[in-house]
T-cell receptor
Framework: AQSVTQLGSHVSVSEGALVLLRCNYS??????LFWYVQYPNQGLQLLLK??????LVKGINGFEAEFKKSETSFHLTKPSAHMSDAAEYFC???????????FGQGTRLTINP | DGGITQSPKYLFRKEGQNVTLSCEQN?????MYWYRQDPGQGLRLIYY???????QKGDIAEGYSVSREKKESFPLTVTSAQKNPTAFYLC?????????????FGEGSWLTVV
C-alpha cells in the first residue's frame, strides 16, 4: 500500500535559519507529490506540488521541494525561516491511477526568535 | 469568491445524536472528499465522491454516511455509531484527481461530543 512518512513530528529552527522538512514515500511508480501548510484552526493550503517535468519545484512563501526518485523523497526547504512560517506542514501523495490523496502524519514547525 | 464552504465551524453533539456537517463548493469540481483530523494522526479519508450520485468509503468510514445528490454539495453525517467523533473535519474538492490535480480544502468544522 502506498504510504507517506514525514520524519520528525516537530521541528524547531531559529528565525533566519534553513528550514528542512523531510518526506519519503513508498511506491513502485513515481507518484504525484504535494506539500500543504495548515495554520491553527484553518484548512490546508497548497504550498507546491510535483506531477511531471522539472524535479525542483518552487512554491509559495519561498518554499521549494525536490523530487528524488532514487531516494523516494520529496523534502521541503526554505533558505531563511520567518516567524510567519510557524505552522503544521503535510506531505501527501497520489499514486498514479489512484483516486485519493494520502497524507503523512504532519510536522509542526516552530520558529524561535 | 470561488471556494469551499463548510458549516458550522463549531458544533456540539450529545452522545447518541446524529449530526450533519455541510460542505458546498462553487469550483465546478467533480470530486469531493471528507477527511478527519486528530492530533498526531494527520488526515484520514472518510468518504470520497468522484461524481454525482456515487461515492466510496475511505479508510475510516464506519459510523459516517454521505450523500452526493448535487455536484456542489457533499454533506457528511456523523452517526451515533461513531465511537469517538470529537475531531476536526475537513471537506475538500478537486477536478479529476488521477491527473494529479490539486485538492482544495475548506476551513474545517470542529465537532465536540458533550
Amino acid at each position: 500500500a502506498q504510504s507517506v512518512t514525514q520524519l520528525g513530528s516537530h521541528v524547531s529552527v531559529s528565525e533566519g535559519a534553513l528550514v528542512l522538512l523531510r518526506c519519503n514515500y513508498s511506491s513502485s511508480v513515481p507518484p504525484y507529490l504535494f506539500w500543504y501548510v495548515q495554520y491553527p484552526n484553518q484548512g490546508l493550503q497548497l504550498l507546491l506540488k510535483y506531477t511531471t517535468g522539472a524535479t525542483l519545484v518552487k512554491g509559495i512563501n519561498g518554499f521549494e521541494a525536490e523530487f528524488k526518485k532514487s531516494e523516494t523523497s520529496f523534502h521541503l526547504t526554505k533558505p531563511s525561516a520567518h516567524m510567519s512560517d510557524a505552522a503544521e506542514y503535510f506531505c501527501a501523495v497520489i499514486i498514479q491511477g489512484a483516486q485519493k490523496l494520502v497524507f503523512g502524519q504532519g510536522t509542526r514547525l516552530t520558529i524561535n526568535p | 469568491d470561488g471556494g469551499i464552504t463548510q458549516s458550522p465551524k463549531y458544533l456540539f453533539r450529545k452522545e447518541g445524536q446524529n449530526v450533519t456537517l455541510s460542505c458546498e463548493q462553487n469550483l465546478n469540481h467533480d470530486a469531493m472528499y471528507w477527511y478527519r483530523q486528530d492530533p498526531g494522526q494527520g488526515l484520514r479519508l472518510i468518504y470520497y465522491s468522484q461524481i454525482v450520485n456515487d461515492f466510496q468509503k475511505g479508510d475510516i468510514a464506519e459510523g459516517y454516511s454521505v450523500s452526493r445528490e448535487k455536484k456542489e454539495s457533499f454533506p457528511l453525517t456523523v452517526t451515533s455509531a461513531q465511537k469517538n467523533p470529537t475531531a476536526f473535519y475537513l471537506c475538500a474538492s478537486s477536478s479529476r484527481i488521477t491527473a494529479g490535480n490539486t485538492i482544495y480544502f475548506g476551513e474545517g468544522s470542529w465537532l465536540t461530543v458533550v
